[in-house]
Nanobody, 124 residues
């Protein structure tokens, strides 16, 4: 069992930056692919970024490439999402997720553990 707790959300102005953190419980954190997803009001949840267990491989949604960076610190059981050049369309609840697989995946079905989410609001 893995428990995930996100933090770092809040209100930011267009063009600003924010870093989300997701702390995981358990001793097998490095064996999980970690992903970030988001859900805006009235929209389906969508993939944002994912990182392999070692941190050596990453994957991003096209619209966040070059603006968002996913990273992890396995010694701290934590995954991060650094978000730069934020736009109003990035406003959503952001969720981190853990999946017992090898390669970073865009498929939400791969992820079996989910956090409670943290709200990110980008004001125009």
């Amino acid at each position: 069992q893995v428990q995930l707790v996100e933090s770092g959300g809040g209100l930011v102005q267009t063009g600003g930056s924010q870093r989300l953190s997701c702390a995981a419980s358990g001793r097998t954190f490095s064996t999980y692919v970690m992903g970030w997803f988001r859900q805006a009001p009235g929209k389906e949840r969508e993939f944002v970024a994912a990182i392999s267990g070692s941190g050596g491989s990453t994957r991003y949604k096209d619209s966040v490439k070059g603006r968002f960076t996913i990273s992890r610190d396995n010694a701290k059981n934590t995954v991060y999402l650094q978000m730069n050049s934020l736009q109003p369309e990035d406003t959503a609840v952001y969720y981190c997720a853990a999946g017992p697989t090898f390669a970073p995946s865009m498929n939400s079905r791969v992820y079996v553990y989910w956090g409670q989410g943290t709200q990110v609001t980008v004001s125009s």
